[in-house]
């Protein structure tokens, strides 16, 4: 079966001395390894501003915590998303607001989004899903209009970009998930990318319970609520060595989503996603919209390739009872979407074999 997705990891010969070089230093919690990998994420994105995290799911938290986001406030966000993206609005107290999608892509649609907005939104989070970046110019002038700041959700999207910018450089605050089968990964991890300094270094409190790495214990004086959320020696060396390939494992991502862009074309019953001008996606899910869709995943499935649509739209979770309401978009995009391999690990022979396989129909 060829699977939709897989966890890379790089040769044994590479990774286990650094390994362990680090496991056996003397010191495995947050050092210099930690400010290495931030160090070399800021060059790989772009963005001077990196913090690296225990998962993607802190990052957001922080995130929303310097957007201040609280108790009874409202965030505008999509159902379609892992459901990490909205289980930590709701950990703030937030209400969420569903905005519904754009049908060309599957993205947070900017036209509904702007219809949601009230006096109680707070924040407004955003998500590449599958990899495609949302329609960033549109949402940074929401942001300028309303003064309402936008969080983007690049789990999805790490080493995609827009109008030449990687993903991390658009927004106020963008994060970035380091689990274990995402482009990139840490094991467990994440990043948050900030433009402003002095909430770069909010968030380095934030992220240790409160307490300065740049002072002792004795001269702290805890005056923000902070959290367990740093990566450690042990999480950053994997991620040291996986950036090292980076441009290898996204490129191979990004090689085979074009070849399907062109491949996948005039199909009967198949519809490719748009893009929007400038961006260019990392393609972490290839998806495609089809016809009879449990028909299309089971003939896939026949012929050794793994087809689904991942994830459940968070709006049907008992959880987010209280934002129920009406989206139509993604009522028809639910019907239709699906996600093909499309990773590092899909050869030239297999992506040939999987299109072969859906131009024979389903």
């Not at 890379?8 to 650094?18: A, D, I, S, T, V």
């Not at 036209?111 to 970046?133: F, N, S």
């Not at 005039?266 to 290839?286: A, D, M």
């Not at 649509?309 to 959880?319: A, E, F, M, Q, V």
Request: negative net charge; aromatic residues 10%.
């Amino acid at each position: 079966m060829i699977p939709l997705i897989k966890t890379f990891m790089p040769p044994k010969n590479e990774l286990m001395p650094e390994l362990e070089k680090v496991l056996y230093s003397g010191y495995v919690a947050q050092g210099d390894s930690v400010d290495k990998f931030e160090e070399e994420l800021s060059k790989y994105i772009g963005n001077s501003h990196c913090l690296s995290v225990n998962s993607g799911s802190s990052a957001l938290h922080i995130a929303l915590i310097l957007a201040g986001v609280k108790e009874g406030d409202e965030v505008i966000s999509t159902a379609l998303t892992a459901e990490p993206t909205n289980t930590v609005i709701k950990q703030t107290g937030a209400k969420i607001v569903w905005a519904d999608i754009d049908l060309k892509t599957g993205n947070i649609s900017p036209e509904d989004v702007e219809r949601k907005i009230t006096q109680k939104t707070k924040a407004i989070v955003v998500v590449d899903y599958a990899g495609v970046p949302v329609d960033i110019k549109k949402f940074q002038d929401i942001e300028k209009k309303y003064g309402i700041p936008i969080i983007e959700d690049g789990a999805h999207a790490f080493g995609a970009s827009f109008d030449g910018e990687k993903i991390g450089n658009h927004f106020n605050y963008t994060i970035f998930s380091f689990q274990g089968i995402k482009h990139l990964t840490t094991i467990d991890g994440g990043v948050l990318c900030i433009k402003n300094n002095d909430e770069f270094e909010k968030a380095k409190l934030i992220r240790w319970f409160g307490i300065s790495k740049s002072l002792t214990r004795k001269e702290n004086d805890i005056s923000i609520q902070g959290y367990k959320y740093h990566m450690n020696n042990v999480n950053a060396t994997v991620g040291l060595v996986q950036l090292k390939k980076i441009d290898s494992v996204i490129g191979r991502y990004i090689d085979n989503g074009e070849y399907y862009d062109k491949a996948l074309k005039g199909i009967s019953e198949l519809e490719i996603l748009e893009y929007y001008s400038g961006s260019q996606p990392s393609y972490w899910l290839y998806t495609v919209k089809v016809k009879r869709k449990h028909h299309f995943i089971k003939a896939l499935a026949e012929k050794g390739i793994m087809a689904s649509d991942l994830h459940k739209r968070n709006d049907l979770h008992t959880l987010f009872k209280e934002s129920d309401t009406s989206l139509p978009n993604l009522d028809q995009f639910e019907n239709e979407w699906v996600h093909i391999p499309c990773g590092w690990w899909v050869t030239n022979k297999e992506r040939e074999y999987i299109v072969n396989v859906i131009k024979e129909g389903w």
